[in-house]
Every structure is written in C-alpha cells, then in structure tokens.
C-alpha cells in the first residue's frame, strides 16, 4: 500500500498543477484516476440471538454444531474476511447480551410430529400447501405425484387433524397448512433406530436440566387451537410407526399442559397437535431477554495480522467445551460470541450509527477521510423482538418496524467530525436474512429498502449454507464494485510539443458486458484508457482531454473545429463524475470552468478514450501476440519455449508430474485463451484477456 501511495504522489508531481486537480488531499486524489487508495470501512453486524443454536431448518443443535447456522456464518465470514482483508478495513458487532446469560440445556422438540411413514415428502412442491389449503383437485395430483416418486408411501390426504378441523378458505386452515403439511423433515427414533420421527418443524426446548427425551400423546385432544389447552401423557420409549395410542408407548415418565410461548406465536403456533416430541441435544447459553443496543466485539480497522487475529478469535469454531468454556460474568467480554437472548435490531443500528459518529463511548469513528466509503452487512435470522429500551414484543413485530426503519434512514445522513470539521457520509446497510418465513421476508426487503442495499427491492436471502455463502460474497464484492477501481496513473511521454498521452489501469471486481444481444457478468477484469493530456503554457491551460466529439484519433483543442472536450474526474455524494468542458477558441483553457460542463459522465465507458486496451485485446488471436519475458535477456513467452519458462512459475510447473502440459496451459491463459481449470474469462465468442492489473503500475 505505501509503494502506491508513493508512486501516486511521483506521477502527480509530473503533471503540472492546476485547478482541475487542486486542493484535493492525497489520499482521496481523484484526478486523473479512479482510486481505491482509501479502504471502505465495513461493520459486519452478526445476530447473536438464541435461534443461532438451530440450523438452517429450524431444528435445535448447538451453537457448536457444525450444522448450526452460528457455526457455518462464522464459517462463511473467516473465508470472506481473509479473502477481503486487503481491500476493506473491518469490524464486528452484535446484540449487546443482559447479565443474566446463563448455561442452560437444549433440546430438539418436533411440533406435531408423526411416526408414519405415509406422512413423510422430502421435497414437496408448493402444490401441496395449495391442495391443503384450497382442497384444489390439480395441486392434489402434483403433490402426490412428486411425493410419491420420494416416498411411495406417501398419503396425500393425511392431514393432521387441526388442519381437517378448520374450513376451507380460513386463517387458521392456510396457517397450518403452511406450518406443518406435509412432513418434510425426520430423524431417528432414539428409542426405535429402524424407525423415524417425522415433522416440518422443530424448534429449541431450554431448560435448566438435561430433560433427556420424550414422546408426548394427548389422549383428550381438542383440535382448536387456543384454551383449553391439552393435556399430555409423556413417556419416554416410543416404538413403531402407528400414531395410535397406547399400543406403542412405555416407560411413562409424567403428564401436563402445554402451553404456547410468546416465541410460539410470533411463528403461528397456539396449539402443538396430537402427538409432541424432544430429544436432547447438549448445553447451551440463554436468556430471555436483552438490553436493546448493539455491542462492539471488533473496532473497524485495517486488516493486519493483529486485527485478523482480533476478528478470527471472536468468529472461533469451537466445539461443546470450548463454547461453553467462558466463566466471565459479562459473556460480552468471552474471547468468542456468545449466542444468547432475542433480537434488539432498531437499538443496535442505534449503536451502530453512534459508533460512526464517533459517538459511541470508548471509540472513536472509525472514518478517516471525507471520501471513505462506509457499510454496514447485517446478518440476522429473525425479525425484531426488543425495541431499544429492551422491551420485549415476540408477537408483533409490525409494531417495532418503524424504530428500525428510522435507524436505517438516520445512518444514511450520519455526521461524523473527519479532517478538521463535521462531514456528512451516507452509511449503507446490507440485510441478509437467514432461514426466514416467507412472511418476515417482506419485513427484511423493507429494511434493504431503507438501507440503500436492496436489489429490485429485496434483501439477499440465504435459506441453505451454500446460499448464505453466496449473498454474502456477493455483497463483499459489491462493495468492492462501489469503492474499488483503478491503480496508478502512468505518462506515456513526458513531452510531445503541446501534447502527450495518459494511461489509467482501471480493474473491477465485477462487470457486465454484452455481445450478441446476450449479457454476460465477468470477475476481476481490467482496463487501460489512453487519454490526452495537453501541457499548456499556463496552469490553467493544463488538463486531461477525451477524444470526442471528434474521434479521429488526433488531439485538436478547438471545439468548434471539432475538437476534444476538456475532461474533469470529481467525487461528488461519492460518486464519480467525469465532467466535460468545451474549448471553443482552442486557446487549451476549458470554456465556463467549473460551473457548465458540456457533458457529464457517471461512468469511464461513457467517456471517449483516445484507446482502450482490453477492448483491443479482446479482437486479438492470442497466437498473434508477441509477448516477451526477461530471463536473462528478452525471450518469447510462448508455449514452445516452455522448457525455458517453467523453472520461473513455483513447484506445481516444476514437480516432474505433467511439467511440459502444466507450464503450457498457464502460457496459453497468460497469452489470452481460454483453458479449462483456469479463471474462465469467456463471454460468447470471446474471451477478456486483460486481467486486473492493480499491482502493473505500482
């Protein structure tokens, strides 16, 4: 970083100053060049709620399951993060947890579950909630049809008898339609190995003791849900696959209500059905409550070795004895996070917000300079339940939405004290929502809304491990996309009478491009403009041109004649602007400077270049190249010198397995074609062979 940051100062002072790129500190120079010199800020905010012990199907198994949606997002985030760390500067947050966190016992309990194989599909399309709730005839032969290639057992019209005791077209029917039919998932009877325990959902039990395992039958069941509540006979063995009684029940253990919890009703349960059920599954930390803000485990800052280490250490993959390991009183403080209590959202973007502002007690702004770009990405796998004073509402999250919308609108106008005086930034939110309902999704697009984030008008989703790993990447790179781009300016003649030539190396992350009518998305290509540079007799008669509107390849100053426009790179709301000045009397001074661009560009492939390289090398026969590489002398980097060639390239060109194959498949991509096993840079008939080239200039 110091070598570019130096290198940028050399090729400024070569340029002759003049009001055109005056006046602009170093380390947000825009002219001549966009500049990633200054590293976005990013805060991750990762739920540390209670739900993190499920996994991404709503079954409880540890914070310290490798299956556990805490486990696998710190999975996701240490790829990320040593994949990032030299572009952004980073930082953790999550919910601050209340004093009473204690260690508790967890336990998988499958709401109206059932031991019947007919009652099982593994992958029902959405036809078989529309048959359950609407009794439509066409959904009912998809459904079945789809099941039974799964299971040929498979039952269509096995309904739980909640669902057969509500009517057609009501609220209730379509809720537990959703809810519980059919079957999707199943684990093993503990008590009965050949057999399963089959179910949609299952959700954590706490409790203060091992509370081991059970099979819960209410033999007086009343359909309705709501009171009277049922009552149940538990027992501890069930074997079989009948969901009669008593036949296949033994060892009774003991009897009792059950009754819904706040948590129960805010997902849509107030009733649990015939047949009930748990099994243990290991310790845990809980509470039932939190304090309502954010809690700061990593300041923002760059990624060197000690901030890397400060960041891997709070994401650590432990197992039960180690997550459990921590004896401080405040669990904040634990050398890892701890996963314990609700989901305070609008009270931790709150702190989130102070903590930009310089605001937040113990820190300072993590914001250096006026052109930083800042974000936030917010991984949550609930909607909010606290609101920031740590009141608790788990049954009407509407009713704590607009707390939470503020906070996003408020971080996108926060004012933070940078370089000498107050400054305003537009701090972005991601939201990222993990393994929610259909119906909290529509909150979560609100937030993106608001955050600035959102694509068409949704949040990223992530409802398998795989997806999560892929919104989240996508959103790394995104970022990148809105902060990234460009190296080091270099000029090609120092002097050509009244002109010369500039070159700008530009890479992106990530770009569309189209041919044939059909668009294609490329990773990590390159770009090298040639612009003019016209060196006046006067300061003021210095600048930077475009070819255009002639396009003739020729520098021309006067714009009557058809001329080249004068060009100024600026950052304005932090974004680019390239804004384009007439020069009609060709006298080299830009016509009504700054205030009457004839044009304004928001993009380098609006402008016109004199040239650009990757275009060019895009129509260029790799065999055609002439490339060479200095080995004591200029050589030909071409596949038949390979021999010459690989002793340069590591071990893997050098291991005396398929050295001649090895070394000639990396001469070839290098030259520009297409290899299998390679970075593909191929778009229908073509292939981008210019690569990201920020490290060529420095």
Not at 37 to 48: A, F, G, R
Not at 362 to 378: A, D
Not at 516 to 525: D, K, P, R, S
């Amino acid at each position: 970083m110091k070598k570019r940051i130096i290198l940028l100062s050399l090729v400024l002072i070569m340029i002759p100053s003049s009001s055109i790129f005056a006046d602009m500190p170093i380390y947000c120079s825009v002219p001549p060049f966009i500049n990633r010199v200054v590293s976005p800020n990013v805060l991750i905010i990762l739920d540390n709620s209670n739900s993190m012990d499920e996994d991404f199907y709503g079954n409880a198994v540890g914070s310290y399951s490798p299956d556990s949606k805490a486990i696998i997002a710190r999975e996701v985030l240490i790829n990320l993060i040593n994949t990032f760390k030299d572009k952004m500067r980073i930082g953790i947050m999550t919910y601050r947890l209340g004093e009473d966190v204690e260690e508790y016992h967890i336990h998988n309990s499958p709401y109206f579950c059932s031991y019947e194989p007919k009652s099982y599909c593994p992958n029902p399309p959405n036809a078989c909630i529309v048959y359950c709730q609407t009794g439509d005839l066409n959904a009912k032969q998809e459904c079945e049809d789809a099941c039974q290639s799964d299971n040929p057992s498979f039952d269509v019209n096995y309904f739980d008898e909640i669902i057969q005791h509500y009517p057609i077209g009501s609220e209730q029917r379509n809720r537990y339609c959703r809810l519980i039919y059919p079957k999707t998932q199943r684990m093993v009877n503990p008590t009965d190995p050949a057999n399963y325990v089959y179910y949609k959902h299952a959700y954590p039990m706490y409790s203060e003791s091992n509370l081991d395992r059970a099979f819960c039958y209410s033999t007086s069941y009343n359909p309705a849900e709501g009171a009277p509540w049922d009552y149940y006979l538990c027992y501890r063995t069930k074997t079989g696959t009948s969901d009669g009684y008593p036949d296949s029940y033994s060892d009774y253990w003991f009897d009792s209500y059950f009754v819904p919890t706040d948590t129960d009703y805010a997902l849509g349960y107030a009733d649990f059905g015939r047949r009930l059920s748990w099994v243990y599954v290991g310790r845990t930390w809980f509470n039932n409550s939190s304090p309502g803000d954010g809690y700061l485990q990593v300041p923002v800052d760059d990624v060197d070795n000690s901030q890397l280490s400060r960041l891997l250490n709070k994401l650590a993959i432990l197992d039960e004895d180690g997550y459990m390991s921590c004896d401080a009183d405040d669990k904040n403080s634990c050398s890892y996070i701890v996963n314990a209590g609700l989901t305070p959202t609008a009270g931790t973007l709150e702190t989130a917000r102070k903590y930009f502002e310089g605001q937040l007690a113990g820190y300072g702004s993590p914001i250096q300079y006026w052109c930083q770009k800042n974000f936030i990405v917010y991984v949550t796998d609930g909607l909010p339940s606290v609101d920031k004073d740590g009141n608790t509402n788990l049954t009407d999250p509407d009713a704590l939405m607009p707390e939470v919308l503020n906070e996003l609108d408020a971080l996108r106008n926060v004012t933070a004290y940078v370089e000498g005086e107050n400054r305003n930034f537009d701090i972005k939110t991601y939201i990222v929502g993990v393994a929610l309902f259909p119906e909290a999704k529509n909150k979560l697009d609100e937030m993106a809304v608001h955050g600035g984030t959102d694509v068409d008008g949704h949040a990223y989703y992530a409802d398998t491990p795989e997806q999560l790993y892929g919104a989240l990447r996508e959103i790394f790179t995104d970022i990148l996309k809105r902060t990234s781009s460009g190296t080091a300016v270099s000029v090609l003649s120092e002097e050509a009478e009244h002109g010369a030539s500039l070159l700008q190396a530009v890479f992106s992350p990530e770009e569309t491009v189209e041919e044939g009518g059909n668009v294609y998305t490329l990773n990590w290509i390159g770009h090298l403009y040639n612009w003019w540079i016209y060196r006046g007799l006067e300061v003021a008669k210095t600048n930077i041109r475009e070819d255009h509107p002639g396009e003739d390849k020729k520098l021309i100053l006067d714009t009557d004649s058809g001329g080249d426009y004068v060009i100024s790179f600026t950052f304005e709301d932090n974004q680019l602007k390239i804004k384009a000045y007439a020069d009609t009397n060709g006298d080299g001074a830009p016509d009504n400077y700054p205030g009457s661009p004839v044009a304004i560009y928001t993009s380098l492939d609006q402008a016109h270049p004199v040239w650009e390289a990757g275009e060019k090398l895009k129509e260029k026969d790799p065999a055609l190249r002439t490339i060479y590489t200095n080995i004591g002398g200029l050589t030909l980097f071409t596949e038949t010198n390979w021999d010459l060639i690989n002793d340069y390239l590591g071990s893997e060109y050098t291991d005396g397995t398929d050295d001649q194959a090895d070394t000639q498949k990396l001469i070839a991509y290098i030259r520009g074609a297409d290899v299998y096993g390679f970075w593909s840079r191929f778009f229908g008939s073509s292939v981008w062979k210019l690569g990201d080239i920020v490290y060529s200039t420095s």
